[in-house]
């Protein structure tokens, strides 16, 4: 269903299934008149417009140039659509369990699935169920008009996204809801990681980006972050920086947290 002007979209009640709203300067996917899923400018098809979809791009400050990306949700296909234009040696494969939100891609100036780009039609779950050590990134951005799946959050779900990646893959989350579940959500990570993981606030939303690494990459020292960051600045047209810090500052808290917890115990002890 495409809407077309305010009054169609206020007067709109959704039974959950996927429809456009466009305006003179952008596209957007939403479920309900409430809360937009996925906006593109219409002048900038491949830009990147929420915040949050900026900041799970942090995973270029650790690996700026994968050669493989899994994507659990395809929404209007920002990640998708970026990943694709903008780093041009990686394989792209795109799970969205919701053949009505696939059926609207063309709204969205998709590109059609070639040798870099797939999109299946396919529970998240399933897709990295069924691999085994295949993607470089994985990029977790799978909700329904419910909010977040159950299966897309579960620990033997984030267990199987840690056996998915590669040696130093990264695994990259986009959390929403109350704070209590995302901690929740946030706790099962850890586990599945071995506490290899970073979260931070998501630019301009109440998102958490959660970023994970099936190695060591996210211990890469903060003096590199910042000269690659100079790097990327130049090649892509993303505001980086303000991400960058987030995580460096994440980061620092929690060596810090981790460091009082072991005095703590050795307290304790002695």
Same mark, same amino acid.
């Given at each position: ?23 003179? !300067? ?12 996925? *906006? ?35 929404? &209007? ?34 590109? *059609? ?10 529970? &998240? ?19 329904? !008009? ?22 130093? &893959? ?6 929403? $809801? ?5 901690? !929740? ?18 630019? *301009? ?9 099936? $190695? ?44 009082? !917890?072991?005095?703590? *115990?050795?307290?304790?002890? $002695?």
């Amino acid at each position: 269903m495409l809407l077309d002007n305010v009054r169609e979209l206020s007067a709109f009640s959704s039974d959950g299934k996927p429809f456009i709203y466009k305006n003179a !300067h952008s596209v957007s996917l939403q479920f309900d008149n409430t809360a937009v899923q996925s *906006e593109m400018y219409v002048a900038a098809p491949d830009a990147l417009l929420l915040g949050y979809t900026v900041t799970m791009m942090g995973f270029l400050l650790f690996k700026h140039s994968p050669g493989t990306i899994a994507m659990i949700g395809l929404g &209007g296909g920002s990640l998708a659509k970026y990943c694709y234009r903008n780093l041009p040696h990686a394989a792209i494969v795109v799970a969205e369990n919701n053949p009505e939100v696939i059926a609207l891609k063309d709204h969205f100036h998709i590109p *059609e699935d070639g040798r870099r780009l797939q999109i299946r039609c396919q529970d &998240g779950r399933d897709l990295v169920r069924e691999a085994d050590n295949d993607y470089e990134i994985l990029l977790v951005d799978g909700f329904d !008009h419910t909010g977040q799946p159950p299966q897309l959050c579960s620990q033997a779900f984030y267990d199987d996204c840690y056996q998915a990646l590669a040696p130093e &893959g990264i695994m990259v989350v986009n959390l929403l $809801g109350s704070r209590v579940n995302m901690t !929740h959500y946030l706790d099962r990570i850890q586990r599945s990681f071995d506490g290899a993981v970073i979260a931070v606030d998501a630019l *301009e939303s109440s998102n958490m980006i959660v970023f994970a690494c099936k $190695g060591k990459s996210l211990e890469m020292p903060d003096q590199a972050i910042m000269h690659g960051l100079k790097d990327l600045e130049l090649r892509h047209a993303l505001l980086l920086r303000m991400t960058a810090q987030n995580i460096l500052r994440q980061r620092r808290t929690d060596k810090l947290i981790a460091a009082l !917890h072991l005095s703590a *115990e050795q307290l304790r002890a $002695g």
